[in-house]
């Protein structure tokens, strides 16, 4: 990777190394973008919510489930 240099310009500034900033940023370059990714985390921290909600799982026995069991809206 080259190193940093204030003065380019890219074409998409992705702010935030999460899965879905990196996902843009990967769709971005593939179209012929030039970017770049700022991440404020520490190396222990990067990753967003990915980084702790990847081993959860959720599993019910059918796409419904969970919305017939939350009350409905009252008003």
Same mark, same amino acid.
Not at 11 to 35: E, F, K, M, P, T
């Given at each position: 990777m080259p190193p940093f240099d204030p003065e380019q310009r890219y074409?998409?500034?992705?702010?935030?190394?999460?899965?879905? @900033?990196?996902? *843009?940023?990967? $769709? @971005?370059?593939? *179209?012929?973008? $030039?970017?770049l990714v700022l991440e404020a985390a520490t190396h222990f921290y990067r990753g967003g919510n990915t980084r702790h909600t990847r081993n959860m799982r959720c599993a019910h026995e059918r796409h419904g489930t969970l919305l017939r069991r939350m009350p409905k809206p009252t008003g």
């Open positions: 074409d998409v500034l992705v702010i935030g190394g999460g899965n879905a @900033a990196l996902c *843009a940023a990967i $769709s @971005a370059r593939r *179209a012929g973008a $030039s970017v």
